[in-house]
């Protein structure tokens, strides 16, 4: 078997239903991080992915394999569209993230169709899974966004794109690209499975499970104190807003709410692409304030999930700014 066809081979067992089509994002900018032989392979970007090329579903030679559809969230362009980073690299703290989504003639792309209250829902998350950023960035009238943004630490980050454009006929699309942030790399521990998150006060109960190739339901149970929160409030048009990321590549999965009233459950309809573990982190709303609850949770066995990095420290807890930013980690 040559090359090309262990790696579609590879792909097409790790892919099902995230969305369309998707490869392998490109790593940006240099940062400092220990020897692989005291962390594994944690920052190690992926093997690339034929869709990389432009050339998703097929392989040079008649003995090529067609490749299955890659989870969402992996390629940095998809169906002619391109997530543009213009700060690929910024500082540790506080600083300013700038992109633009550009179509297939390079061209800032400044018509979107507005889903679940926004144009573009903005993700930023460390490779370790233990800082979450959901961003609202501004989008200016050339088609530049921008959005400040609090990185707690040096290392790799990966930005997430999830739009769909105003072009007819167009389809929802999440691109992802890494972000560096220079200096010492010290990756967090990973939290470990656990059914409930506690966060700011609140206790959220994750019920269901999430398996591999198949739709089933995670219904989350927010309480206060004991008792039930019943008057959860709309965010982003939903009483509560969900995605989910797979260790070691940082697939991405975004939902959103089944029908339902506001709270104490809030129920979601999910697949996974492939055995393996993922962190799920619930946006919420109550009494004004979004916060996130994060959930370590393992999808299938354990033997068939890709090699990821070595497992990883509970995040610390969230908080919105006055930008805006609502934050995990």
């Given at each position: 078997?040559?090359?090309?066809?262990?790696?579609?081979?590879?792909?097409?067992?790790?892919?099902?239903?995230?969305?369309?089509?998707?490869?392998?994002?490109?790593?940006?900018?240099?940062?400092?991080?220990?020897?692989?032989?005291?962390?594994?392979?944690?920052?190690?970007?992926?093997?690339?992915?034929?869709?990389?090329?432009?050339?998703?579903?097929?392989?040079?030679?008649?003995?090529?394999?067609?490749?299955?559809?890659?989870?969402?969230?992996?390629?940095?362009?998809?169906?002619?569209?391109?997530?543009?980073?213009?700060?690929?690299?910024?500082?540790?703290?506080?600083?300013?993230?700038?992109?633009?989504?550009?179509?297939?003639?390079?061209?800032?792309?400044?018509?979107?169709?507005?889903?679940?209250?926004?144009?573009?829902?903005?993700?930023?998350?460390s490779r370790d899974l233990t800082t979450f950023r959901h961003l609202h960035p501004v989008k200016a009238a050339d088609g530049t966004w921008t959005t400040p943004v609090d990185l707690p630490a040096a290392g790799g980050y990966k930005a997430f794109a999830d739009f769909k454009p105003a072009a007819k006929g167009a389809k929802g699309i999440?691109?992802?690209?890494?972000?560096?942030?220079?200096?010492?790399?010290?990756?967090?521990?990973?939290?470990?499975?656990?059914?409930?998150?506690?966060?700011?006060?609140?206790?959220?109960?994750?019920?269901?499970?999430?398996?591999?190739?198949?739709?089933?339901?995670?219904?989350?149970?927010?309480?206060?104190?004991?008792?039930?929160?019943?008057?959860?409030?709309?965010?982003?048009?939903?009483?509560?807003?969900?995605?989910?990321?797979?260790?070691?590549?940082?697939?991405?999965?975004?939902?959103?709410?089944?029908?339902?009233?506001?709270?104490?459950?809030?129920?979601?309809?999910?697949?996974?692409?492939?055995?393996?573990?993922?962190?799920?982190?619930?946006?919420?709303?109550?009494?004004?304030?979004?916060?996130?609850?994060?959930?370590?949770?393992?999808?299938?066995?354990?033997?068939?999930?890709?090699?990821?990095?070595?497992?990883?420290?509970?995040?610390?807890?969230?908080?919105?700014?006055?930008?805006?930013?609502?934050?995990?980690?």
């Open positions: 078997m040559n090359t090309g066809v262990k790696i579609t081979a590879y792909a097409a067992a790790l892919a099902a239903t995230f969305g369309a089509a998707y490869g392998v994002g490109t790593g940006v900018g240099p940062f400092e991080e220990p020897k692989k032989a005291e962390h594994g392979e944690h920052a190690a970007a992926p093997a690339k992915s034929p869709a990389a090329d432009g050339h998703a579903g097929h392989e040079a030679g008649a003995d090529a394999a067609p490749a299955a559809e890659l989870p969402g969230g992996l390629q940095v362009s998809d169906g002619g569209y391109t997530l543009a980073l213009d700060t690929p690299a910024p500082a540790v703290g506080k600083s300013v993230l700038k992109f633009s989504i550009k179509d297939a003639t390079g061209r800032k792309v400044t018509a979107f169709t507005t889903e679940h209250g926004k144009e573009l829902h903005f993700i930023v998350a999440t691109l992802g690209a890494d972000l560096s942030v220079p200096g010492a790399y010290a990756p967090e521990a990973m939290p470990a499975v656990a059914p409930t998150a506690n966060v700011d006060g609140y206790q959220v109960r994750l019920g269901g499970t999430l398996d591999p190739g198949k739709a089933g339901e995670l219904k989350l149970t927010v309480t206060k104190a004991g008792r039930p929160v019943t008057d959860l409030e709309p965010y982003l048009g939903a009483y509560g807003h969900l995605v989910a990321l797979r260790d070691g590549d940082l697939a991405y999965l975004h939902v959103h709410p089944n029908e339902g009233g506001p709270g104490p459950d809030v129920s979601f309809t999910a697949t996974a692409p492939s055995a393996g573990t993922y962190r799920l982190f619930l946006d919420f709303q109550h009494e004004g304030k979004v916060r996130t609850a994060a959930f370590t949770v393992t999808a299938g066995a354990a033997k068939a999930t890709a090699p990821a990095p070595e497992a990883t420290a509970p995040a610390a807890g969230d908080a919105t700014d006055d930008a805006g930013e609502h934050t995990h980690g």
